[in-house]
């Protein structure tokens, strides 16, 4: 069999890449006035065939159009860079011109770099990348796969549409196999199971005798504990113990207050713990004398003290491990056995008087153990009037494992560690005359339904006409075939499998029942075949080696359908591809409306706002949450989602990009408002908020998320801050940093402000040429801390090299966000500076209209896409920078309709 399945892997079509024509390339070269600077530092030493190190400087070109001339002029520039040279017998280059020269060949290397990759127009053949996979599974088959499994997309600085990164190995056909066939496995399960219904409730005031059974355990344990300790104090009361007394007391921990209870065993006539009905299978004296101590005891007595413990349960703090009593979360086992599909969860919730604007939020999450809840919500219901919340959620074959299938809700902010956990219950007990925390919100009961499948997805109605069971009559041959082609059809976006193909996969069907699967086993297998062939796999543009070539309507709808749904085309699109309209202008422009109308365009949004605006960075630190405790996970994913919502709101609405610039609306729900400070915004839903015309809000550089990634999570960092600002909003970025930048070891220790250290840099010319652009602009943002809240002073504590704080170390200031851009204007705050960048919008708009042709064709930017980079500009600057003016223009661009 395995041959057999081997040989149908490999042996399918692959395709050849075509080529679209272009612009001619331009020339990189280094400026004849720059050159002058290695001229007199260099060519004494470095010129003829006796050249030092065997490197010339004399018959270096000026033009940079090949790998030799590039390899050269890195050489040069990495040697100025590390200080290598001049060598430090020799004069040394002017501060100013050595920055301005390093300045020149360093943008010029990173020119040089584009033109040697420019692919002139070609797209290289591509397969669907994960996400695209993943949501041409859920099309085809209705089911959510889990593809993290699968290797990354993306390559340095590339989209994950770019073709050149999405390579393929054997390994990657063996891990599609085992994809598609659970896929088919769980579509399988979904359909047998499409008419049950399935719902269940859980009233929490079931918590209230747990609590008050704990509460009666501790009573009794106390006073079996305190009994204990009277006898062995007797014990230790008895002269002939006083020699055991004076060797434990010489021990290592002999003045520690529990030492002589702990080591029972070395006193005679002292009673073993186990006697009182302490037994561990650790050290029981350890659990009789926690007992003695019921540490949580007042604040489970508080509990019960509660007004509405009869009908419902209060949130509380941490206090016992969950295994103990888990009051902190109101916890719901999905039963055993329900089958895969879409549910509602609903609970019933109010927020007590004790629920200040930070304490209103619930948290919603599946396994109590992880730190990430699903979603966060906004409690606005009161005791007197609770509300209901409810949230759809997918139960997938991953839900088969008992955590899996636990629900939680618990209060924001209060479990996202232990650390975290431990600080909100020590803070309530302080707030609250050392009993714990008050309790801020109340859930009446949470329950989960199962909602009916409505409709068939196409790939699963394909095969109506075959039993998807195993008690069922064997299928025909001719009702196989039949069923392969339409399964095909629908996964290979509407091209036909050849008779040839057809005949195959029968034949795989009957080989995996001879080897004794069962029918339904069988029929997966085969499927899960069509799911790793290269037509489902790849992108079906084939390409004529000869010369470029117009998509055909089929090829045109899928381009168009996975660049704004990541997806393939629905029937409506398909219909108009095999009518032959979609090439008309005005049909084109009325499917992109309908595509940028349809939910399914939220995937256009999430991956093209990631990638393009390098929100990575948000993924790879966390943050200090003792310095910055209201930033906690929950809105951490709020304040990233912002970026998103707003993005998506301009899609929606065709707004301008210089609302990312400045704006005087921010898009917000009620966990940002409350965390911006802004009032009267409550809810879940993310919605358009005016803000007053001081406010450091609106416009990307107003969001908390942007902020976190110029930080590492505790501090801020002006100079990421800066480069980021340069890169995605100026469309100026720096060059990358020289391999050794040089360590400011004199400054280790001393208390200084973060720009006087980080202004030090300045004073070597291999950074000067680079941070005389970016540190003003790092520093005009300082009035956000590390997570995007507005301040006016900062303090920096210094350490020693122990990582201790040094005596007379801190040093705390008032921020001075005024600056200047190198080369050009002023700007006296924050504010301003916004201003100032906004003013660049046209560079903005460039930016964003590159980074979306790459996107949409799928292959880097080039010297040559230059004309189509002015034509998309020119359309969308006529729109005043409308977000779908741009999307149109590259839509209806040769290169998009070409292969």
């Not at 008419?195 to 005798?209: D, S």
């Not at 090439?583 to 365009?601: C, E, H, K, M, S």
């Not at 998103?644 to 990312?660: A, P």
Request: net charge negative; aromatic share 8%.
């Amino acid at each position: 069999m395995k041959p057999l399945l081997t040989t149908y892997l490999f042996a399918a079509l692959f395709f050849g890449s075509g080529s679209v024509s272009a612009t001619e390339l331009p020339i990189v070269a280094i400026e004849q006035n720059q050159f002058t600077i290695l001229e007199k530092h260099c060519t004494d030493c470095h010129s003829g065939t006796d050249a030092e190190a065997g490197f010339r400087v004399d018959n270096l070109s000026l033009t940079i159009d090949d790998k030799l001339s590039a390899t050269r002029w890195q050489k040069v520039l990495n040697a100025l860079n590390s200080g290598e040279m001049p060598p430090e017998e020799e004069p040394a280059i002017d501060k100013a011109e050595k920055a301005n020269f390093l300045e020149h060949l360093a943008n010029k290397m990173v020119d040089a770099r584009r033109l040697l990759a420019d692919q002139k127009g070609e797209i290289t053949m591509r397969r669907l990348n994960r996400r695209e996979y993943r949501n041409t599974l859920r099309e085809l088959l209705g089911v959510q796969a889990n593809v993290s499994e699968l290797p990354g997309d993306t390559g340095t600085g590339a989209f994950d549409t770019v073709g050149s990164n999405l390579y393929m190995s054997s390994t990657q056909f063996e891990q599609y196999i085992a994809l598609g066939r659970e896929s088919l496995n769980e579509a399988f399960d979904r359909q047998a199971a499409a008419g049950v219904e399935k719902k269940t409730r859980f009233e929490t005031e079931e918590i209230t005798p747990k609590v008050a059974k704990f509460i009666e355990y501790q009573v009794d344990a106390k006073a079996r504990a305190e009994n204990w300790i009277k006898e062995v104090d007797k014990a230790v009361a008895d002269p002939a113990n006083a020699a055991a007394i004076e060797e434990i007391r010489a021990g290592p921990l002999g003045k520690h207050r529990d030492i002589l209870y702990r080591n029972w065993k070395k006193l005679k006539g002292a009673p073993a713990p186990e006697t009182f009905g302490f037994q561990t299978e650790e050290d029981n004296a350890d659990k009789a004398l926690a007992a003695s101590r019921p540490f949580h005891l007042p604040y489970h007595r508080y509990y019960m003290e509660q007004p509405a413990i009869a009908t419902g349960a209060y949130l509380a703090a941490s206090s016992e491990h969950p295994s103990v009593l888990d009051n902190a979360t109101i916890n719901m086992l999905v039963p055993w056995g329900w089958p895969v599909g879409d549910y509602v969860v609903r609970f019933r919730i109010a927020a007590t008087e004790h629920a200040t604007p930070d304490r209103r939020f619930i948290e919603f999450g599946i396994n109590p153990r992880l730190q990430q809840a699903i979603s966060v919500h906004e409690v606005t219901g009161t005791m007197d009037e609770p509300q209901v919340i409810e949230i759809p959620l997918k139960f997938t074959r991953a839900n088969a494992e008992r955590a899996n299938r636990s629900l939680y809700l618990r209060e924001k902010g209060t479990r996202d560690d232990w650390e975290q956990a431990t600080r909100v219950a020590r803070e309530g007990r302080d707030e609250n005359n050392g009993i714990g925390r008050k309790f801020a919100l109340w859930v009446d009961w949470m329950e989960i339904e199962r909602v009916p499948n409505v409709e068939q997805p196409p790939g699963v109605a394909a095969l109506n006409q075959l039993p998807l069971d195993d008690k069922s009559p064997e299928p025909k041959d001719a009702d196989l075939r039949a069923a392969f082609q339409q399964f095909a059809v629908e996964a290979f976006r509407g091209d036909e499998p050849t008779p040839a193909y057809l005949d195959q996969l029968v034949e795989i069907y009957h080989s995996y029942r001879q080897l004794g699967q069962k029918p339904s086993d069988s029929l997966k297998d085969t499927l899960a075949i069509v799911l790793a062939s290269p037509m489902f796999l790849y992108h079906s543009e084939p390409s004529d080696p000869n010369q470029p070539r117009q998509l055909t309507d089929r090829e045109l709808a899928n381009r168009l359908s996975y660049f704004l749904w990541g997806s393939p085309p629905d029937r409506p699109l398909q219909d108009l591809a095999d009518a032959g309209e979609l090439q008309d202008r005005q049909v084109l422009d009325q499917q992109v409306t309908r595509l940028l109308n349809d939910p399914r365009a939220d995937d256009f949004v999430d991956a093209f706002t990631y990638q393009w605006l390098g929100l990575e960075r948000l993924d790879f630190f966390q943050v200090n949450k003792n310095h910055h405790p209201r930033f906690d996970n929950s809105t951490r994913m709020d304040a990233c989602r912002e970026i998103y919502e707003t993005v998506g709101r301009l899609l929606k609405n065709d707004g301008s990009l210089n609302e990312l610039l400045e704006s005087d609306q921010i898009v917000i729900n009620g966990v940002l408002a409350n965390y911006y400070g802004i009032d009267g915004v409550h809810g879940d839903f993310y919605r358009p908020v005016t803000v007053p015309a001081d406010s450091p809000r609106g416009g990307l550089l107003g969001m908390a998320a942007v902020h976190l990634m110029g930080s590492n999570g505790d501090t801020s960092n002006p100079i990421e801050r800066g480069v980021w600002v340069l890169r995605k909003l100026l469309h100026d970025p720096p060059p990358p940093a020289p391999a050794n930048v040089p360590q400011l070891a004199r400054l280790s220790g001393k208390p200084l402000t973060t720009e006087q250290r980080l202004t030090a840099h300045q004073e070597e010319p291999q950074c000067a040429s680079c941070h005389r652009k970016i540190d003003p602009i790092g520093f005009g943002l300082e009035n956000f801390d590390a997570v995007g809240i507005w301040r006016t002073e900062d303090s920096y504590q210094a350490l020693d090299d122990n990582g201790k704080p040094v005596a007379d170390g801190k040093v705390t200031w008032t921020i001075n966000p005024a600056g200047k851009l190198h080369k050009g204007p002023t700007f006296e705050n924050y504010l301003q500076l916004r201003s100032v960048i906004a003013a660049q919008n046209d560079a903005f708009a460039r930016g964003f209209t590159e980074a979306l042709i790459q996107y949409a064709l799928g292959r880097p930017i080039g010297f040559t896409d230059a004309t189509l980079i002015e034509d998309v500009m020119k359309q969308g600057k006529r729109k005043d920078y409308a977000i779908r003016s741009f999307v149109r223009a590259v839509v209806h661009s040769t290169e998009f309709h070409t292969k």
